[in-house]
Structures are given as structure tokens and as C-alpha cells.
């Protein structure tokens, strides 16, 4: 059985930083597409970032620049590095994986979710 959990979340002041991780069980992140996915309070999930097979990146534009994503193939993880963190990248953020070398930008596309982790910045 295939479990993602996320971790790092947390209260930052506008301008800081964090790092979340999401650890994987029962499958490899190295043959998986990894993507973060966030939803604020009344607002439908919206995509972040995805890494793919062959290390193809993405970003939404409202983190390009910002946010950057990469994986840890010994330790089955992959992260979300966050600086410049603004007000409106508060939201419960979702670690996802894929069992597909294409990434995707789709929710609906992937196949296995954590639980999420709550990012709140503060203005």
C-alpha cells in the first residue's frame, strides 16, 4: 500500500522560509511523477510544482522563482523548498504521486495523496 505523509508546515512571517517534506512508502519516488498541490479556505486545489521521471520540472506561476522542488531517491522523499513566502501561499499543502513517467498539472491525474500540511504566512 502506497502512503505519502507531509511534514514542515508551520507559521512564517511574510518574506521567510520553510521546507516541507513528503515521505513515501510502498513505492519508489524515483519511478513515480511527485507533485505538491495546495488549497486555501474556499478555494479549489491548485497545482504547485511536479517533478517527472527523467527529472522534468514544473511550477505554477505564482511560485515560479520561488519554490523549488526536488527528491531524495535513498530516503524516498521529496520537497518543497519555500522562500519568499507570501500571505497568499497560505493554504493546506498535498504531496501527490503519479504512476506515470508525465507529469501533469491535474489533481485528477494522480493516483495516491497525504493527508497535507498547513502553511500559514502572516503579513
Known amino acids: 500500500q502506497v502512503q505519502l505523509v507531509e511534514s514542515g508546515g508551520g507559521l512564517v512571517q511574510a518574506g521567510g522560509s520553510l521546507k516541507l517534506a513528503c515521505a513515501v512508502s510502498?513505492?519508489?519516488?524515483?519511478?513515480?511523477?511527485m507533485a505538491w498541490f495546495r488549497q486555501a479556505p474556499g478555494k479549489e486545489r491548485e497545482f504547485v510544482t511536479f517533478?517527472?521521471?527523467?527529472?522534468?520540472?514544473t511550477y505554477a506561476d505564482s511560485v515560479k522563482g520561488r519554490f523549488t522542488i526536488s527528491r531524495d531517491n535513498a530516503k524516498n522523499t521529496v520537497y518543497l523548498q519555500m522562500n519568499s513566502l507570501k500571505p497568499e501561499d497560505t493554504a493546506l499543502y498535498y504531496c501527490?504521486?503519479?504512476?506515470?513517467?508525465?507529469?501533469?498539472?491535474?489533481?485528477?491525474?494522480?493516483?495516491?495523496w497525504g493527508q497535507g500540511t498547513q502553511v500559514t504566512v502572516s503579513s
Open positions: 501527490a504521486a503519479r504512476l506515470s513517467a508525465a507529469g501533469s498539472r491535474y489533481s485528477y491525474d494522480y493516483n495516491y
Open positions: 510502498g513505492r519508489t519516488v524515483s519511478s513515480s511523477t
Open positions: 517533478t517527472a521521471w527523467g527529472g522534468f520540472q
